[in-house]
């Protein structure tokens, strides 16, 4: 959709300028200015300003139309990833109800064409806590090739002072699947999902991503505490 304000998009006022720079024989700067008062807004600046609202409204709309949390969809594509690579599954027949710790693993993978970490451990009662470090760059991980304790292990969130996140990671996110009573990840939009940290600009980014399928259980469902 191209988006318009006041009826003007931003490619007419582009093509206005471009007008108003020949029989001027004034910058292309200048010409974006004029153009953009004669439409009706103080400045090309301001007309950009109010098309990046109504940019950010309509993508808040459509991510409301989906019923789509932009967090719980990533857990859902890496729930998807890990069970497609045989990392986790839902035969808990062999397993010790009560018992923690058997399932427990990472590893390095890509999600919607990123580096990212997923992360998965028992708690109890057969239930996995799923995290995703998204834009993971583990060659910037300050704790990555240290040694002992301080070396990067990969338990639910870096090891590294939170300060530092910025610079290697983009979003540390994570929720919990449901295995013993039901196939399903737990709670419903954005309810039970937790947020760790998530760098500047990225919800937005992940807003955009397409909405993911569950595969072999629900995305939503009843949140045990």
Known sequence: ????????????????????KK???????????????????????NFQNQLKNVASIQRQET???????????????????????KKINFDVNNEQPGKA?????????????????????????QELMITVWWKYDHSKN????????????????????????????????????????GHYLMGQDGEHIGKYYVRKGEKIELEELPFIKSEGYQSDGKFYR
């Open 23 to 45: 029989a001027e024989g004034i910058t292309h700067a200048e010409a974006l200015e004029k153009a953009s008062i004669n439409c009706g807004f103080h400045s090309w600046k």
């Open 142 to 181: 300050p704790q990555a090739n240290l040694t002992g304790n301080e070396r990067e292990n990969f338990n639910d969130t870096p090891l590294a002072d939170k300060r530092h996140y910025r610079k290697f990671v983009g979003a540390v996110v994570y929720g919990w699947l449901e295995r013993l009573t």
């Open 101 to 125: 710790g058997d399932m427990d693993g990472h590893f390095l993978t890509k999600l919607f064409g990123q580096n990212c970490a997923i992360l998965w451990r028992e708690i109890s009662y």
């Open 1 to 20: 959709m191209v988006l318009k304000i006041k009826g003007y998009t931003a490619e007419y006022i582009k093509r206005m300028a471009k007008s108003i």
């Open 63 to 85: 991510v409301k139309s989906l019923n789509k949390d932009p967090y719980r969809n990533l857990i859902v594509a890496a729930i998807n990833e890990l069970l497609q690579q």
